[in-house]
């Protein structure tokens, strides 16, 4: 079982639309919790961070955390084209170590003008 | 954007031979890694450093070795390029109490 779990997609949505991106993960010890963008042939860049359950909002993202189910989420907002790249969830803080980060494959996100 | 530069950005070579990547960061962050990220695989950590002269393997560090003699550097070498190491290459930074990192533009390696 792989440690972070993604859908690969891709994920097809129409602009204006809400894209719902979710990651599971198997370490019940894991305490942060990230999710970067990655542009085809770009390095990753970390859009969102969340440490509690709950929501966490920041502009159009919203990251979502529940650690009874081991689910974080990623939603977007008024999708734009200019979203459409590679989203990925890390994950840290569990058997490996606070500094050992864990990615998931990611879910490619398109988003249809 | 982080200061973290990654050289060459594009390298072949053969198989068989000795291949260093260096990652160069003026953050002055603690902590250094070194990713290769495949298709189907996601990025995966290779080796990482928790300061000067400290280093700690990762999930897929056969093959590969590190060194890191200052704070701003942190090499990876691999020993005898193979094949299957034919990808690319991030190298990342975070700091102290923070595990956010950050991504250097990457290195596109082919081995032939």
């Known amino acids: 079982q792989k440690e972070v779990e993604q859908n690969s997609g891709p994920l097809s949505v129409p602009e204006g639309a809400i894209a719902s991106l979710n990651c599971t993960y198997s370490d019940r010890g894991s305490q942060s919790f990230f999710w970067y963008r990655q542009y085809s042939g770009k390095s990753p860049e970390l859009i969102m961070f969340i440490y509690s359950n709950g929501d966490k909002e920041d502009g159009r993202f919203t990251a979502q955390l529940n650690k009874a189910s081991q689910y974080v989420s990623l939603l977007i907002r008024d999708s734009q084209p200019s979203d459409s790249a590679t989203y990925l969830c890390a994950v840290s803080g569990g058997s490996g170590g606070y500094q050992k980060v864990t990615f998931g494959i990611g879910t490619k996100l398109q988003v249809i003008p | 954007d982080a200061g973290i530069t990654q050289s060459p950005r594009h390298k072949v070579t053969e198989t068989g031979t000795p291949v260093t990547l260096r990652c160069h960061q003026t953050?002055?962050?603690?902590?250094m890694y070194w990713y290769r990220q495949d298709p189907g695989h996601g990025l995966r950590l290779i080796h990482y450093s928790y300061g000067v002269k400290d280093t700690d393997k990762g999930e897929v560090s056969d093959g590969y070795s590190v060194s890191r003699s200052k704070t701003e550097d942190f090499l990876l070498t691999l020993e005898s390029a193979t094949s299957s190491q034919t990808s690319v290459y991030f190298c990342?930074?975070?700091?102290?109490?923070?595990?956010?990192?950050?991504f250097g533009q990457g290195t596109r390696l082919t081995v032939v």
């Open positions: 953050e002055n962050h603690r902590y």
């Open positions: 990342a930074i975070s700091g102290q109490g923070a595990t956010e990192a950050f």
